[in-house]
C-alpha cells in the first residue's frame, strides 16, 4: 500500500507512529518528501500513513525494530523499492526505562543504548551509500535536553549525549558528499512519553506540566510540531551550510 512518488525526494523517519515522529513524517511529507514511517509495528503507522495521504502526500509504512541489524536491512530495501532510494533519514526512535543507577538493571541499560545508538548507527550505516551515491543527504539525530545530565536517566542521558558526539563525527565524516548531520534536542515535549513518564512517578500530568513549564522561559510546554519545525529546516535543502549542530527546541530552558 504505497504511492509512487514524484518528486525523488525520499525519507526515513524512525519511530513515527506516534509523538514527534508521526509530526516529523507529516512535515517531511508536507515538505515534498515521500516518507518511509518506521516503527516497531508497521500497523501502529497506519495513522501516520493515512493522515500524510489525506494531505495529497506520500507515504508508506514499514515495521521494523532500529536496534535489529537485519530488521533495518529489510527496511530500508522496503523504502527504496518502493519509494526509492532515501536521502533524508531522521533517527526519532526512543524509549525510556529511567531508574536511578543501583537499582537501573544491565536490560534497561542495553535497551536503551540499543534503541537510540545502536538504532541510529544502524538505520545510518544502512542509508548513507544512498546519500553519499546522490552526493545529496540530510541525517538528523533526536537527542534530548537530558544529554545534559537528568536524575533516573543514566542510560537515556548517555544515549541522547552520545548521539551528538555520533552527529559531529558523522557531519565530518559525510560533509564532503554533500550530506549534513545535526542533532535536534528537545526539551519537555507533551507525548506518550512524557505521560508515561508522569505515571511513572505517581504524578498527575496536568501537575507534571505544570511544574516543567514553570522552568521554561516561553511559557508552556513544546508539542510534536515544535520539534517537526526544526527537523524540516535542517532536512531542507537550503539548510545545506548547516551541520554537526545541536539545535535545543526547548523552549528557552538552559542548556
Ligand atoms: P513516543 O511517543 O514514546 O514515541 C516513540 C516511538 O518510537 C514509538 O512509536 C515507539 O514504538 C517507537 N520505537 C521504540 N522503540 C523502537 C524500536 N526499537 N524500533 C522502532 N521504533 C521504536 O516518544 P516521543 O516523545 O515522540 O519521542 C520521540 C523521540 O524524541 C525519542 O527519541 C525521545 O527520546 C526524544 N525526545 C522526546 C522528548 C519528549 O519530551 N517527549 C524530549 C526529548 C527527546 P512503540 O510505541 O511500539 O513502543
Known sequence: MTDTPSNGRIAIVTGAARGIGAAVAARLAADGHAVGAVDLDARNCTETVE???ADGGTAMA?????SDEQAVTDAVAAVTAQLGPPTVLVNN?????DDLLFRMSVSDWDSVIGVHLRGAFLMSRAIQGFMVEARYGRIVNMSSISALGNRGQANYSAAKAGLQGFTRTLAMEL????????????????T????ATADRIGVDFAEFEASLVAGIPVGRAGVPEDVAAA???LT???????SGQVLYVAGGERT
Open 51 to 53: 493522515k500524510i495521504r
Open 62 to 66: 514499514v515495521g521494523a525494530d532500529v
Open 93 to 97: 526512535a526512543g524509549i525510556l526505562r
Open 175 to 190: 560533509g564532503r558528499f554533500g550530506i549534513t548531520v545535526n542533532a535536534i534536542a528537545p526539551g519537555f515535549i507533551v
Open 192 to 195: 506518550d512519553m512524557t505521560r
Open 231 to 233: 527537523a524540516g529546516f
Open 236 to 242: 531542507s535543502a537550503e539548510a545545506g551550510f548547516v
